[in-house]
C-alpha cells in the first residue's frame, strides 16, 4: 500500500501563506496602534503647552493691570514768575556781549545803567 501525504505542497504553501498574511495584518494593527497613540500623546502635550501658555498671558494680563507705573508722570512745570523788566533787559545784555556785538565796556556801561548805578 501507498501512503498518502498529508498536506501536500500546496498545502504547505497556503498554510505559509495564511501565517505570513496573518503576521503581515497584526503588524500592520501595530503599527496603526502605536501611531494613534503617538498621535494622542502629541495632542495632549499640545494641549497642556496651550493651557500653559493661556495661564502665562493671564497671569502677565493680571500684573499688568495691578502693577504701578515704572515712573511717575513729570509733573506740569510751574507757572513762570513774573520776570523782573531789569533781570530780562541785562539777560538780553549779556546775549550781545557773548555774541561779541558788545564789548566789555559798553556791556558793563549799559548793565549799570539798567540796574540805575
Keep these: 500500500m501507498m501512503m498518502r501525504r498529508r498536506g501536500g505542497l500546496v498545502r504547505a504553501a497556503a ?14 494593527h501595530q503599527q496603526q ?7 494622542a500623546e502629541q495632542y495632549e502635550q499640545m494641549q497642556a503647552q496651550q493651557a500653559m501658555y493661556d495661564q502665562q498671558q493671564a497671569m502677565a494680563q493680571q500684573q499688568a493691570q495691578y502693577a504701578q507705573p515704572a515712573s511717575a508722570p513729570a509733573p506740569a512745570p510751574a507757572p513762570a514768575a513774573p520776570e523782573d523788566p531789569t533781570v530780562a533787559q ?3 545784555l ?10 566789555d565796556e559798553e556791556f558793563a556801561a549799559a548793565k549799570a ?5
Design 94 to 103: 549779556a546775549e550781545l556781549h557773548a555774541q561779541g556785538i558788545l564789548s
Design 15 to 28: 498554510t505559509t501563506a495564511v501565517v505570513a498574511g496573518t503576521a503581515g495584518a497584526v503588524r500592520h
Design 113 to 117: 545803567k539798567a540796574l540805575g548805578l
Design 90 to 92: 541785562i539777560q538780553k
Design 33 to 39: 496602534k502605536y501611531e494613534t497613540q503617538a498621535q
